[in-house]
């Protein structure tokens, strides 16, 4: 029996309660914070008690809209209805539990309560640390619009809809980890993106069962198909106008609240050599490009590997005018060439690597210190060829050309057990590597889309926008392989009619 | 067992990618060597024994055709318990499944010789053996759009190799071809025969025909799968007969890989080495769509887990091949397994089509007349 009384004793029953009940029972909830102010006035008959935390609401809202009404008269007696109908701010709740208005208070709200009333009530004004929208650092561009996203959500819907001004724009809200929520939204347009693909995505990110997600690059590696590949499945990109051109072509965006970067799925090969610039430029620039970067990935991957196959097993592969200068300048090294290639390799990555943390004024001088005089010291010491040195400077420069530093990274790592092969094997590890590597991104998907279309399953119309560009004129169609509601943009009929001379 | 096999659209192909599995399973091991065999018996006349063999390979692929539209979405080992009964279809199913682990064998073995010849006299079998089947089977995994895609993507990565062909071919001396029929027919008939070993594989069809989306075309696409490998095979045999004397091309053993000696670029010489190399690709898809047809096959005639059937296919695989030591052996079992090939993909079609068409028509009959 006695049990039972206790039980019924639970927050939810604390209304009506003194303001004294009040303070005690939130400041034990809240971990007795020291930041929980409370400012108790005597208004008409009773006390009314005002509560939030001093860096989580924005102050002038607060005196301006709530403390100059509640004060304005000094003996009106008030209650939580007559408070929301006179405050001038439309973020009203009113709780039953003290449990619901300790996590209004943690995310930005202020907390009235008078003495002896039923409900308190609490206005959401919150004051969020955000940074000023900024340039793209890491997807720089040299046309286009150069603003990037933010860790605010509100800030990147605020910039997605001055995009993309279009009431077909729809995005949804769920809410995922458990301790420490995350709002995450799935973006689309209604009218062009496909039904399945927004029930695949939305299913995958309701199925989540995670404490806490922390960027949305974690979300992506949560909700891709095979976990096990190197090669990244969802598209992440700081880039608004990227985003919204994904979208506009029948993709479906997710957005991560606390994360400068969204994601777009579904993401294929050649999405990740592609950047915004292609569009901007002229198509036939635009497609030169986009070759070029699909051919230094080929090259990053297996150019050290066939210097290292040629020099251990298959010397005579090798032109014996090429054959001189090589063996000159590889008369003073040591080591094999496996060796050889693996030091220099891992002298880059480093490099790189140190690069990366170090800041930026520091990183320069590493660049050149790095880059010249290591380079320079190493052929002397006799430690590697000059040859070498060219071959890895182009295979690193190639890697970088991708637009995405995701698939940048697996290029990189993915040279490694080549080289490993190709000196092992030779010609055969390389041809092994290579056919395992096809085989591989023959059985990744992206949420169910083929990770190579459209190469294979081959869609000649999609090699618009993916390997080449084609002049506006011609690009009428949405990608196929978005199975997009509209799948025609514009009658192609009429941008080809052809006029004849002086009409 | 079933014999119509249902197949989820999300699993189907498009007809037009039949061109390649059919002709990436055709061209394979073969056309190393094709040139030495045709020539040891139809000489100067070789490129009449293939238009005869490519001849013959139309109407057995037309005969398939007619065969599998006689049902609406069966494979070979369904066709066969519907016509012969549960005992001899199950029994046919088993000969068909083992034929396509000997022609596995076979590719494995040829191919592996010619590394170890080419590339690395010391290389030891297992070990490539080893490295071949863990591709094959992490295919194979993939299912049937993964075997696809790799016969499609790995035929356009390799067909470019015809292109380096101009040298070969600009050095060609017209007269090893006179006179034209200098020999017998029944030479050009047993050249004819000895062509049918690089040219089979077109049976593939009979397999995967379920798995296609758009049936009606698979046919053509069939049809033009056996022409492009006809041509293929034509001209790397006419090739090789007008770069090598006849002496010579009988005393080689594989003829279109020596070929490619003496083309050389200014970063690159002794070619070959590299199209040796390169030819792991055009022998993976060959090897894989084997595979996949003899686990298939296991699967469809002995309701079998395809999974665990190519585990036990890859181990009884990998020990096979150490079991032969010596050229003469390959030689030997390919040989045989060239015969019967011969008879599955060139002969039981055109046996099999008026089979089912009888079998067909009476029940027709019994079904109108009771």
Known sequence: MRRSVQKKKKPSDLFPCTIEELKKQLSTML???????????????????????????????????????????????WDAKMIQNEVP???????????????????GGVGIYVEEDDQPITYYIPEQARRAVSRAENESLVLGPQIAFTESMVTNLNIIRWRLDTPEFKTEKLIIGKEIPTEVRIAYLTNIANEDLINTVRQRLEDLDVNDVMDSNVVAQLIEDRSTSIFPQLLTTELPDRFCNSLINGKVGIMVDKSPTVLITPATLFSFLESTEDIYFRWNIGTFLRIMRLAAMFLSILLTPIYVAALSFHVEV?????????????????????????????LIELLREAGARLPTKVGQTMGIVGGIVLGQAAVKAGFTSNILIIIVALSALASFTAPSYMMGGAIRVIRFPMIVLSGLWGLLGIFLGLSFLIIHLLKVSSLGTPYLSPLYPFHFADLDNSIIRLPWSRANRRPTVNETKKPVKFSQKEAKKKRDIDE | MKIQLQVPVGIQIQAFYVFFLIHTTQVGTGIMGISTHIYSTAKQDAWISILVAGVWMSISVFCMGKILQQYESADLPGIQVDIFGKFVGKFLGTILALYFFGLLISVLLNYIEVIQVFLFPTVPTWLVCLFLLSLVVYAVLGGVRVIVGVSFLFFVGTVWLLIVLYKPISLMEWNHFLPVMGNSYSDIASGAFKTTYSLVGFEVLLFIYPYIQN???????????????????????????????????????????????????SFAERFDIIAVGLWMMIVLPNMITAMWLCTHTFKRVYGLRQKQVLYVAAILLFFGTIVFQDRLQINYFTDKLATVGFYIAFVYPIVLWPIVLLKNYIRRKRGTSQ
């Not at chain 1, 032109?319 to 390799?345: C, I, K, M, T, W």
């Open chain 1, 31 to 77: 971990q007795d914070s020291p930041d929980l102010n409370f400012s108790t006035y005597t208004l008409g008959q009773k006390r009314v008690i005002v509560f939030y935390f001093t860096y989580q609401i924005n102050k002038e809202q607060l005196h301006r809209s709530i403390l100059d009404t509640l004060l304005a008269s000094q003996d009106k007696t």
């Open chain 1, 89 to 107: 701010l439309a973020s009203s709740t009113l709780h039953d539990k003290l449990v619901s208005v300790a996590k209004e208070l943690i995310q």
């Open chain 1, 318 to 346: 090798i032109p014996s005018s090429l054959l001189v200068s090589l063996g000159q300048s590889r008369a003073n090294v040591p080591f094999p060439p496996v060796f050889e290639a693996l030091l220099l390799e891992l």
């Open chain 2, 215 to 265: 049936k009606r075309k698979a046919h053509s696409a069939a049809q033009l799968a056996a022409l492009g490998t006809t041509l293929l095979t034509l001209a790397v045999v006419v090739i090789t007969i007008g770069y090598f004397s006849g002496p010579q091309l009988e005393r080689l053993i594989w003829p279109t890989l020596s070929m490619f000696k003496i083309i050389q670029f």
